[in-house]
């Protein structure tokens, strides 16, 4: 896989280019957005209003400030230029995101280059088409692309490289003797071991349906490994879920629900509410990607907690096919321009300027926010968070990576469909059959 193999030898770089420091490397890196940034500077002229929609609300932390930061250098080198910013979280986004569709979408939106959400939107022509030799220089990692593309032309740009992780507290293991689990038995027993001692043991976003498809995507893929593209395609494409590693995964996810490894009500608490667990300190676990690393950088988190955040992956499963080094991994979340843009030339133009390697990529990850599409070896100073170099040291000794989770693979009905009723069979309320059944007529 293209993906699989460019991250790994990307990462590499970046974990050497950390030990040796930037160097000539990192000047060479520099020249073709300085270049750029040439191309993209403003000059006086109509005063012009863009619109970006956007999937992150949280204009103060993580990716959000990043986002904002950008269009705030953009209008501040570009006077003439106003930009608008209207942000929802994830859900609300995507709902408001089909009726802009309808209607006309704003100038600038976020996308995400998977077949659940990528294929009817271009099948709608409601995106403006992008010069792809406009990004030879941009760093992007080989294949990261390719989700962002159809009939081979390219229309969208990706963000992030994201990594299903497992946050944890490394003081609060620690003080308690509790170790990070080797395998999927371990991650259970663990569960019981933590709530024995009256904190919950994984805080799981489990109302909006998504990250517990992800958990059964990293369950499938430490099953299947080299074979779960070919599993999870096939399912969706024969509208048959009968694959026995897809009912083993599935009866591990409802395993974790025995065990008490998520907190009480978690399958219908949100992405806030998660995330608020672990970072009070109410849970020693939060499961979620690669883009919450910015938690160790967030000073409304209580500096121990904050300082004490930690990742682990996945765990083996007894009888799969995956190793440790097998992780859950894909391209995420990007931008793209509205074909009906009134405004396309600077529509364009901001979209590349997101782009240049010292914007998105340099400020994220001076930030904390996750692990981008681009080449971040330029930016690295060796003094970066724990969790930053441990997600470097992930991606780096990856011996495979999943692509695109189970959820996103199919059409948007599909989606809709498992996203709607994985809680039921996690939390017991619907058995495996019945589950794999309704999913499968979805795909019909």
């Known amino acids: 896989m293209k993906f699989k ?12 280019t950390a030990m040796i420091g930037c160097g000539s490397q ?21 005063e012009i209003t863009l619109k970006v929609f956007s999937n992150l609300p949280d204009r103060k932390n993580g990716q959000g400030l990043v986002e904002q930061t950008v269009i705030d250098n953009y209008m501040s080198e570009n006077p003439n230029v106003k930009i608008e910013v ?5 859900e609300a986004y995507k709902t408001k995101f089909k009726a802009y569709s309808m209607e006309g979408l704003p100038d600038v939106v976020s996308i995400w280059g998977q077949p659940s959400f990528l294929d009817e939107v271009l099948d709608a022509g409601v995106l403006a088409e992008l ?61 019981g071991d933590i709530k024995a001692a009256g904190i919950i043991p994984c805080a799981m976003d489990g109302g ?4 517990l498809a992800v958990y059964l995507t990293d369950v499938l893929f430490k099953l299947t490994n080299d074979k779960y593209a070919d599993t999870a395609t096939t399912a969706i494409q024969n509208a048959d879920f009968s694959n026995e590693d897809i009912k083993k995964a599935v009866e591990l996810l409802h395993e974790a629900d025995e065990a008490g490894l ?17 970072t009070n300190g109410q ?47 894909w391209n995420g979340g990007g931008y793209a321009v509205s074909a009906s843009s009134a405004n396309l030339e600077e529509a364009k133009k901001f979209l590349n300027y997101l782009y240049l390697p010292e914007n998105l990529s340099k400020i994220g990850w001076e930030n904390g926010v996750g692990m981008s599409a681009q080449d971040e070896t330029a930016f690295m100073t060796g003094n970066e968070t724990e969790v930053q170099k441990q997600l470097v040291d992930l991606i780096g000794k990856a011996t495979n990576v999943s692509g695109t989770t189970i959820n996103d693979r199919g059409s948007a009905a599909f989606k809709t469909s498992i996203e709607s009723q994985i809680q039921s069979v996690s939390n017991g309320s619907t058995n495996v059959e019945n589950f794999l059944s309704a999913i499968s007529e979805a795909c019909k």
């Open 262 to 278: 998520f907190q009480n009500g978690y399958d219908s608490q949100d992405y806030g509410t998660a995330q608020n667990l672990f």
């Open 131 to 191: 010069d792809e030799s406009d990004y030879a220089d941009y760093g992007f990692l080989s294949g990261s692309l390719d989700g962002f593309k159809k009939d081979g032309k390219l229309y969208g740009l990706p963000r992030n490289t994201d990594v299903a992780v497992f946050y944890y507290n490394a003081k609060m293991f620690k003080d308690n003797g509790w170790e990070v689990p080797a395998t999927y038995d371990d991650l259970l027993k663990l569960a």
């Open 26 to 46: 990192a000047a060479d890196s520099q020249a073709p957005a300085e270049s750029a940034a040439q191309d993209t500077s403003g000059t006086a002229g109509e």
């Open 283 to 329: 849970s020693a676990m939060y499961y979620m990607g690669s883009w919450d690393a910015s938690m160790a950088l967030n000073e409304d988190i209580d500096e121990e907690i904050r300082n004490n955040i930690r990742v682990f992956t996945m765990p083996v499963i007894d009888g799969g096919a995956a190793k440790a080094t097998d992780i859950t991994a």
């Open 5 to 16: 193999k460019l991250i790994a030898v990307a990462m590499v770089t970046v974990m050497t």
């Open 86 to 90: 209207e942000a929802l979280d994830e």
């Open 208 to 211: 909006d349906g998504w990250p």
